[in-house]
């Protein structure tokens, strides 16, 4: 009987090893290149990898400017609601290259030319801040209530509940995280476009 025993494992022992290498070779056929979890952003805090969860998959990056892109900037220099749309665009990638930085600082013109939308826009992004980019409750006050002052209900309210949430350490970071995502989703895609582009020109609501 021990011989039989003996003599059947020296036979199923190759086979063994041949099943063993045949799978590793099919799970490592079936392998497939890792999708990609994060990008990189920058703003005038710096770069930082971001989970692409947190982009908005419907814009794509592009390699050159089209014309509609070419007089967007051009228009931007001197009108409020292009450099707002503009500020837009490239902080989703939207038609131009990603750069966070870039779009800060044409939201921040359009604000100081008198756009009601990026007034509103910078100071709730000062309130809380993006990411790795810190809050800077001054200069979201200072926006928030130029905003208010041009009655604007929204941005009363939003300073009135800030201020609020201050009495208590704990609570206000509670609030600032929350708004921070409602927030970076208004960016992404809350906050809509001013502008259209037909038969070579930009028109404006």
Not at 6 to 29: E, F, H, K, M, W
Not at 133 to 157: C, N, V
Request: aromatic share 12%.
């Amino acid at each position: 009987m021990d011989y039989c025993h003996s003599l059947l494992r020296r036979i199923l022992q190759p086979i063994g090893l041949v099943v063993t290498l045949c799978t590793c070779l099919i799970a490592g056929c079936s392998q497939t290149t890792p999708v990609a979890k994060s990008m990189r952003i920058c703003d005038d805090s710096g770069c930082s990898e971001r989970s692409t969860q947190e982009t908005n998959t419907e814009y794509k990056p592009v390699e050159a400017k089209s014309e509609e892109m070419i007089a967007l900037e051009k228009l931007a220099a001197k009108e409020p609601k292009a450099a707002y749309d503009l500020a837009l665009r490239l902080f989703r990638g939207d038609g131009v290259k990603q750069d966070s930085y870039e779009s800060l600082q044409w939201m921040r013109k359009a604000a100081e030319r008198g756009s009601l939308d990026a007034q509103k826009a910078l100071g709730r992004l000062y309130l809380t801040g993006l990411e790795e980019m810190g809050s800077d409750p001054a200069e979201a006050e200072k926006w928030l209530m130029i905003a208010a002052g041009r009655g604007d209900k929204e941005s009363e309210e939003l300073l009135a509940e800030a201020s609020a949430a201050k009495k208590n350490e704990q609570n206000y970071y509670q609030w600032r995280t929350r708004w921070r995502n409602v927030f970076y989703g208004y960016w992404y895609r809350g906050y809509r476009y001013l502008g259209y582009w037909r038969s070579g020109y930009w028109y404006y609501y």
